[in-house]
């Protein structure tokens, strides 16, 4: 019997398991899929040649984790890999913000928009850097994240304080234009914001695209050699290393409660696995409380507010094998291992507005990845493995081009999304069309098939929006890997602090399953001797 049962090999559950391994625990991960990884995969679907992320691609929160620096997967075959620029915004008339881990390169790009935005960009950057220690050791430990806030609060004052503190809850669009008199700085914060579900308009939304720019001026944007899988591979190693056991093709459809705690998992085969201490699960907020528990185990209050519980945005995705680089019209782009296409800021909020009510983008805001351009592993030398993501509503009423999509998402469906997600890339790269060799769609319902916790082509584990964050997240009161059952720990990205590949959540749930299981002699001791080195810190 396993100390641990952890539910899903996705990033989440692999550092979930690693952490406890550390800790001497014997753990068996259970995966429903074929194969490990969750949204962190890779294959040849499209092209023999090429190389295709299925899902996610591009990790400035894993370079940024501190979770993940401490597991040390370079030494079971990760390797980093870079463009040469970060991101470009190009529009349609030709001129292109850029994002580059040389601060020089990204002030310049932006005084070509309105001169004095480069020096506008270092301001926000210095900020980030007296923030960056105490922010990221809140953003990656468990809510909340008292010592961390602490210190946080203290570099907050001196960088501003409420000054700054309003900023970052500032949407988007406003911090933009506080900071910046051109298009050039405000299109690259909000385009990050919408790497999330938040509108140019939305509370919060300008605290987030600051983040995700920082985040890439500093550590970039960096994929895995061979594949966004190849992180994944080097997870699995670890864990088989320290004695941990992976098992695909095994979907949990029900966590056993007895006594009043978590005492094991069943599977959609009848196999009961029982866990000694722990079970750990990495999987959606609803699929947890509404379906691998009877609701007999869960409080009313519990029940009642899943109800409200929000997805973000689904999420529409579109992969190429490409004979040549993409023709982009604004050069810079070419560089760029992440390019955003939308003509503007009124764009962008059009394309959320049309979300909001239901409608299928006539104009979809895209998230354009370069695979070859950031990793040469991709494809054959003077091709590109390229890919673009949009984001639709889950439930449609409308197509606001008058095409017809329907939201059954049938072979009609697709192929009308592919070929207008195509036609706007065309709008920055005429000529891009001409250049495919092959093409895969993936739509919300395959996303969802292809990796459970996707519900409805969902890739955040939940909004982004304040709502749904600290305290609130993934309902209001809780904000902890611990559940209302004891010896059961959500491990996914539906905890604080949220989607992303970090690991945060699962090593999170992981600690939580340790302390609750530490020997009370031992716990106090502990206890102790941080009492003792805080006396002597104070003399």
């Given at each position: 019997?396993?100390?641990?049962?952890?539910?899903?090999?996705?990033?989440?559950g692999l550092v979930?398991?690693?952490?406890?391994?550390?800790?001497?625990?014997?753990?068996?991960?259970?995966?429903?899929?074929?194969?490990?990884?969750?949204?962190?995969?890779?294959?040849?679907?499209?092209?023999?040649?090429?190389?295709?992320?299925?899902?996610?691609?591009?990790?400035?929160?894993?370079?940024?984790?501190?979770?993940?620096?401490?597991?040390?997967?370079?030494?079971?075959?990760?390797?980093?890999?870079?463009?040469?620029?970060?991101?470009?915004?190009?529009?349609?008339?030709?001129?292109?913000?850029?994002?580059?881990?040389?601060?020089?390169?990204?002030?310049?790009?932006?005084?070509?928009?309105?001169?004095?935005?480069?020096?506008?960009?270092?301001?926000?950057?210095?900020?980030?850097?007296?923030?960056?220690?105490?922010?990221?050791?809140?953003?990656?430990?468990?809510?909340?994240?008292?010592?961390?806030?602490?210190?946080?609060?203290?570099?907050?004052?001196?960088?501003?304080?409420?000054?700054?503190?309003?900023?970052?809850?500032?949407?988007?669009?406003?911090?933009?234009?506080?900071?910046?008199?051109?298009?050039?700085?405000?299109?690259?914060?909000?385009?990050?914001?919408?790497?999330?579900?938040?509108?140019?308009?939305?509370?919060?939304?300008?605290?987030?695209?600051?983040?995700?720019?920082?985040?890439?001026?500093?550590?970039?944007?960096?994929?895995?050699?061979?594949?966004?899988?190849?992180?994944?591979s080097a997870l699995?190693?670890?864990?088989?290393?320290?004695?941990?056991?992976?098992?695909?093709?095994?979907?949990?459809?029900?966590?056993?409660?007895?006594?009043?705690?978590?005492?094991?998992?069943?599977?959609?085969?009848?196999?009961?696995?029982?866990?000694?201490?722990?079970?750990?699960?990495?999987?959606?907020?609803?699929?947890?409380?509404?379906?691998?528990?009877?609701?007999?185990?869960?409080?009313?209050?519990?029940?009642?507010?899943?109800?409200?519980?929000?997805?973000?945005?689904?999420?529409?995705?579109?992969?190429?094998?490409?004979?040549?680089?993409?023709?982009?019209?604004?050069?810079?782009?070419?560089?760029?291992?992440?390019?955003?296409?939308?003509?503007?800021?009124?764009?962008?909020?059009?394309?959320?507005?049309?979300?909001?009510?239901?409608?299928?983008?006539?104009?979809?805001?895209?998230?354009?990845?370069?695979?070859?351009?950031?990793?040469?592993?991709?494809?054959?030398?003077?091709?590109?493995?390229?890919?673009?993501?949009?984001?639709?509503?889950?439930?449609?009423?409308?197509?606001?081009?008058?095409?017809?999509?329907?939201?059954?998402?049938?072979?009609?469906?697709?192929?009308?999304?592919?070929?207008?997600?195509?036609?706007?890339?065309?709008?920055?790269?005429?000529?891009?069309?001409?250049?495919?060799?092959?093409?895969?769609?993936?739509?919300?319902?395959?996303?969802?098939?292809?990796?459970?916790?996707?519900?409805?082509?969902?890739?955040?584990?939940?909004?982004?929006?304040?709502?749904?964050?600290?305290?609130?997240?993934?309902?209001?009161?809780?904000?902890?890997?611990?559940?209302?059952?004891?010896?059961?720990?959500?491990?996914?990205?539906?905890?604080?602090?949220?989607?992303?590949?970090?690991?945060?959540?699962?090593?999170?749930?992981?600690?939580?399953?340790?302390?609750?299981n530490r020997p009370?002699?031992?716990?106090?001791?502990?206890?102790?001797?941080?009492?003792?080195?805080?006396?002597?810190?104070?003399?």
């Amino acid at each position: 019997m396993p100390d641990a049962v952890v539910i899903g090999a996705g990033p989440n559950g692999l550092v979930a398991a690693n952490v406890l391994a550390d800790a001497g625990w014997s753990v068996e991960v259970l995966e429903e899929q074929p194969e490990p990884g969750g949204a962190v995969r890779h294959d040849r679907g499209v092209d023999p040649d090429f190389v295709n992320d299925l899902f996610s691609s591009f990790y400035p929160l894993a370079a940024a984790s501190p979770v993940l620096a401490a597991l040390h997967p370079e030494e079971h075959g990760l390797r980093w890999s870079h463009a040469p620029s970060v991101l470009a915004h190009p529009l349609t008339d030709g001129s292109c913000a850029v994002l580059d881990r040389n601060i020089g390169t990204t002030a310049a790009s932006l005084d070509t928009f309105e001169p004095g935005d480069g020096a506008a960009w270092r301001r926000l950057h210095d900020v980030w850097q007296s923030l960056r220690p105490g922010l990221l050791q809140a953003l990656f430990t468990p809510f909340p994240p008292v010592r961390a806030t602490a210190r946080l609060a203290l570099r907050l004052r001196a960088a501003g304080g409420l000054r700054m503190a309003r900023s970052l809850v500032l949407p988007v669009r406003r911090l933009g234009e506080e900071e910046f008199r051109g298009a050039g700085g405000r299109l690259l914060l909000a385009g990050n914001a919408l790497h999330a579900d938040l509108a140019p308009e939305s509370a919060g939304s300008g605290g987030f695209g600051w983040l995700m720019t920082m985040l890439g001026q500093t550590y970039g944007f960096p994929v895995p050699v061979g594949g966004s899988g190849a992180l994944t591979s080097a997870l699995v190693r670890r864990l088989e290393t320290l004695g941990g056991r992976v098992r695909c093709g095994q979907r949990v459809e029900h966590v056993v409660v007895r006594g009043g705690r978590a005492v094991g998992v069943r599977t959609a085969g009848g196999d009961a696995v029982p866990a000694r201490r722990a079970v750990l699960a990495d999987v959606s907020v609803p699929a947890l409380y509404g379906g691998l528990l009877d609701p007999e185990h869960l409080p009313a209050q519990l029940l009642d507010d899943l109800r409200r519980f929000q997805w973000d945005f689904a999420t529409f995705k579109v992969d190429w094998a490409l004979d040549g680089p993409v023709p982009w019209q604004a050069e810079p782009a070419s560089r760029a291992g992440t390019v955003h296409l939308a003509d503007g800021m009124d764009e962008l909020t059009r394309f959320a507005a049309q979300i909001a009510m239901r409608q299928v983008p006539d104009r979809p805001f895209l998230i354009f990845g370069q695979m070859t351009t950031s990793d040469a592993t991709r494809s054959p030398q003077g091709t590109e493995s390229a890919w673009a993501y949009t984001h639709v509503p889950h439930e449609i009423r409308a197509d606001a081009a008058d095409e017809g999509v329907t939201g059954r998402w049938d072979t009609k469906d697709q192929e009308l999304m592919a070929d207008r997600v195509e036609r706007q890339v065309e709008r920055f790269a005429p000529g891009f069309r001409s250049r495919i060799r092959g093409r895969r769609i993936l739509a919300p319902p395959t996303l969802e098939a292809l990796d459970g916790n996707l519900a409805g082509g969902a890739i955040n584990g939940g909004t982004t929006a304040m709502h749904q964050q600290l305290v609130f997240r993934p309902l209001p009161g809780t904000g902890r890997p611990e559940t209302p059952v004891p010896g059961l720990y959500l491990a996914s990205s539906g905890a604080h602090p949220g989607g992303g590949v970090h690991g945060a959540p699962g090593a999170n749930a992981a600690r939580a399953a340790l302390r609750r299981n530490r020997p009370p002699g031992l716990a106090r001791a502990q206890r102790l001797l941080a009492q003792r080195d805080r006396t002597g810190a104070r003399r």
